[in-house]
């Protein structure tokens, strides 16, 4: 296992239109993080796992926003209804509580567009 | 809250000079503090770390040293190369948590020959 692995790694969509994204962490890593990035920023917290359960949600992520990790393995992040102010870049880490001051891995990041 | 202001770039620096990117940060407790470099087209990768205060991180020749008396945590590296170029982000951790990280809005470095 290499890294984090995200997937696809680029969305075009029309707005409207719903979208689902997939972030496999490192292997026997049980913390997941999934973050946004708009262009000239840096990357904002939207949601926190601990194997299965979400224990942390930004007050970025509305209601449109759903993430999941059913099996405390790969995490899904499901948008609805997308808006043109939802294009961003949507990265996933990961980090092992064994792991020192919880160093977060990165994936390389879902660019999502939407027109 | 927490939160961490960089120095606006872009930097543009000929090979072989010296880089500083500033880092201030807010936060309550002892937070730990990371420096992470993202290149063109790839994700984010952690380049170097300081969990406590007069902590030096250090890797691949940057360093930033954990000043708590000024907040701070300045990137520095003595000789850069056209490798270098990238975005550079510092960021902040809850000290005990795995909590999220707070980042800097990035700078960005651009070395020439």
């Known amino acids: 296992d290499t890294g984090v692995s995200q997937d696809p790694r680029h969305k075009i969509t029309k707005r409207g239109q719903n979208v689902t994204f997939r972030c496999d962490p490192i292997s026997e890593h049980n913390r997941l993080y999934w973050y946004r990035q708009t262009l000239g920023q840096g990357p904002e917290f939207l949601t926190y796992?601990?194997?299965?359960?979400?224990?942390?949600k930004s007050r970025l992520l509305s209601d449109r926003f759903s993430a999941e990790r059913p099996k405390g393995s790969f995490s899904t992040l499901e948008i609805q209804r997308t808006e043109q102010g939802d294009s961003a870049m949507y990265l996933c880490?990961?980090?092992?509580?064994?792991?020192?001051?919880?160093?977060?891995?990165f994936g390389a990041g879902t660019r999502l567009s939407v027109l | 809250g927490n939160s961490v202001t960089q120095m606006e770039g872009p930097v543009t620096l000929s090979e072989e000079a010296f880089l500083t990117i500033n880092c201030t940060y807010t936060?309550?407790?002892?937070?730990?503090l990371f420096w992470y470099v993202q290149y063109p087209g790839e994700g984010l990768q952690l380049l170097l770390k300081?969990?406590?205060?007069?902590d030096k991180g250090s890797n691949k020749g940057f360093e930033a040293t954990y000043r708590k008396e000024t907040t701070s945590f300045h990137l520095e590296k003595g000789s850069v190369q056209v490798s270098d170029s990238a975005v550079y982000f510092c960021?902040?951790?809850?000290?005990?948590?795995?909590?999220?990280?707070?980042f800097g809005t990035g700078t960005r470095l651009q070395v020439t020959l």
């Open positions: 300081a969990t406590k205060a007069d």
């Open positions: 880490a990961s980090s092992s509580p064994r792991g020192p001051q919880n160093i977060q891995y």
């Open positions: 960021a902040l951790c809850p000290t005990g948590t795995a909590s999220k990280l707070t």
């Open positions: 936060a309550t407790g002892y937070p730990s």
């Open positions: 796992f601990q194997n299965e359960a979400q224990l942390e």
